[in-house]
């Protein structure tokens, strides 16, 4: 891989949706934040009026996140970065940043993640039960929030990438869309 190569960290639905032009792709792990549904959908998986959530990487010191590196050649990585920022920016919510992530296999390099900004109004810490209920009955843009949370779980299981929190998330929003 070139070394003007573009990487992007994905830990949400870019692992299932990038939509950009992909070279390669590696699992990786984002040291200093954790993935978490702290972050209210308005327009994706949500409306203004009836909240969604989406997972936002949420710095936590200790944290860590295992996700998708995803290598964009050189020639593309303008045109990618112009679609991440119109797809990840839309409500300023979140903040994008050049981290530093380790390879599985070894190796690492800085990638273009998005974070979280924990001052605005979109963040929000709810428990994992209050989560559920939003995610069960919430539909936005791009679909049910129930579509965004079994894809991402099912995506990872098949990665080997085992998240708790969201098994447990899927477990119960099951029951609850019954």
């Known amino acids: 891989m070139n070394t003007n190569d573009l990487w992007v960290f ?6 299932w949706n990038p939509g950009f ?17 702290c972050m209210r959908s308005i327009h994706h998986r949500g409306t203004e009026d009836h909240n969604g959530l989406v997972l936002a990487l949420d710095e936590h010191d200790g944290g860590t996140c295992n996700g998708v590196a995803f290598n964009v050649a050189a020639e ?3 045109q990618t970065i112009e679609y991440l920022r119109e797809r990840e920016l839309i409500s300023s919510a ?18 273009v993640t998005y974070v979280i900004d924990p001052h605005h109004v979109q963040y929000c810490h709810l428990e994992l039960e209050e989560q559920a209920r939003m995610i069960s009955t919430a539909v936005g843009g791009r679909g049910p929030n129930t579509e ?11 990665l080997g990438l085992h998240d708790p929190e969201l098994e447990w998330l899927t477990q119960r929003v099951k029951e609850l869309a019954v």
Do not use: W
């Open 10 to 15: 994905g830990y949400g639905s870019l692992i």
């Open 21 to 37: 032009k992909v070279a390669a792709q590696k699992i990786a792990t984002l040291d200093g934040y954790m993935r978490s549904f």
């Open 76 to 78: 593309h990585a303008d």
């Open 94 to 111: 979140y903040v994008e940043k050049i981290l530093p992530i380790k390879f599985q296999d070894g190796g690492e390099a800085l990638a």
């Open 148 to 158: 965004y949370l079994y894809n991402t779980t099912d995506c990872l299981n098949a």
